[in-house]
């Protein structure tokens, strides 16, 4: 009688941890993975702006005004993108431009965020007399035009930089607020909020451990939107004398001080618009890449 030899077991497949899983469906999106690596670049440029611009931004060469690219007639491989009207060169403004546009969109995404939030937990979880006082607030800023609200607001605070970046802040808060207060009305009726609060669980626990947590999801790939639409915001303002002053580099006010120069030198409007087009599509299609890897009902 021969005996038969046990075949060997097959140990099941671990299951992807949760940044794996995230990588595998960010990364299906060919677009939002070409978005985060021109922000990754536009990130180590604005880093490393002293040791990659070829100039002082504010530097001015009075014997090369309204100078053409390198490439043109009459350019220079000194000025690889040409200069502007007063001699400074239009590639190192451009270096330098990225700090400016990249610190507004983390600054006013993170005083939106944060008072967004805060908000729309308070909104969530205090029903009645108080989530009616704040959700009517928000709708009447709703109802504004955002860019008109947001010259109203610098009008009044002078312009500069700092309130611009308070203006654009004020202007996307009801963004946040909307959508944090739907995310915890649909959190908090759910069993695990429900067992906590049997268990003894405080108001702030609450908030803030249990249901926050649990509706990040939706306001990071808000927040990655915003981002763009701050940028495009602080570059309006830029453009209309509201924003970053003069000699700023920052591609909103580039563009606005080139207006007189837009027949005769091209170059001066079209690489700060061109600027301002990339970052704003990179950011949205990695906005886009990100909802579709963190949204439970678009994973297949």
Known sequence: MTETTPSPTIAPLAPPGPLREF??????????????????????????????APHDPHEQFRHALLLPPFWSDGGSERFLLGTDDVGRDILSRLIFGARVSLLV???VVTLSLAVGVVLGLTAG??????????MRLMDVMLALPSLLLAI?????????????????AVVVLPHYVRLTRAAVITE???????????????????????????????????????FSSAILDAA??????????????????MLADARQFIQRAWW????????????????????DGLRDALDPRLKR
């Not at 595998?24 to 604005?46: D, E, H, P, R, T």
């Not at 001066?268 to 906005?287: D, H, Q, S």
Request: hydrophobic share 60%; aromatic share 10%; charged share 5%.
């Open 188 to 226: 908090t009726s759910k069993d695990y909020v429900i067992a906590s609060q049997v268990a003894g669980a405080g108001l702030l626990r609450q908030m803030f451990v249990n249901v926050l947590p649990n509706c990040m999801a939706p306001l990071i790939v808000q927040a990655t939107l915003g």
């Open 23 to 52: 990588w595998q469906y960010f990364s299906k999106n060919k677009g939002a993975v070409l978005g985060m690596a021109v922000i990754v670049c536009l990130v180590l440029i604005a880093l490393c702006a002293p040791w990659l």
């Open 268 to 287: 001066v409007v079209t690489f700060p618009g061109l600027a301002i087009l990339i970052t704003v599509l990179a950011f949205n299609l990695m906005g």
């Open 125 to 134: 979880f205090f029903r009645g007399f108080v989530e009616n006082l704040i």
């Open 236 to 253: 309006a303002l830029g453009f209309l004398g509201l924003g970053a002053q003069p000699p700023t580099p920052e591609w909103g006010t």
């Open 152 to 168: 109203a607001i610098v009008a009044i605070l002078g312009p500069s930089l700092s309130n611009a970046m308070i203006a654009i």
């Open 105 to 107: 969109g983390c600054i």
